[in-house]
């Protein structure tokens, strides 16, 4: 069973940086693209970002386009979310997905359990 874990989430004031790390099991890691969505109170889930199975290609809603940069890294099965300038209304748990393909617009096959970011004015 493929299971997914993200990390490194926090308590920041606004303008301050985070990253977060999403490790995942199995073989099928680097075969896959990998995303990246947020989750705020009372709110619907919402893409954020996501990447191809190599890192060649990349995606991101434009409320974070120009702050955040995703990354991975195929020999340790981890990948990455780098956020910088963080606006209070980044404040979400954000969720490590992997999808169903290797390409950035393919499904999503396996959620983490997400990991709280809250930026305070």
């Known amino acids: 069973q493929v299971q997914v874990a993200e990390s490194g989430g926090g308590l920041v004031q606004a303008g301050d940086s985070l990253r977060l790390s999403c490790v995942a099991s199995g073989r099928t890691f680097r075969t896959r693209a990998m995303s990246w969505f947020r989750q705020a109170p009372g709110k619907e889930r919402e893409f954020v970002s996501a990447?191809?199975?190599?890192?060649?290609?990349?995606n991101y809603a434009d409320s974070v386009k120009g702050r955040f940069t995703i990354s991975r890294d195929n020999v340790k099965n981890i990948m990455y979310l780098q956020m910088n300038s963080l606006k209070p209304e980044d404040t979400a748990v954000y969720y490590c997905?992997?999808?169903?393909?290797?390409?950035?617009?393919?499904?999503?096959?396996?959620w983490g359990q997400g990991t709280q970011v809250t930026v305070s004015s």
């Open positions: 997905a992997m999808n169903s393909g290797g390409d950035l617009r393919t499904t999503v096959s396996y």
């Open positions: 990447i191809s199975w190599s890192g060649s290609s990349t």
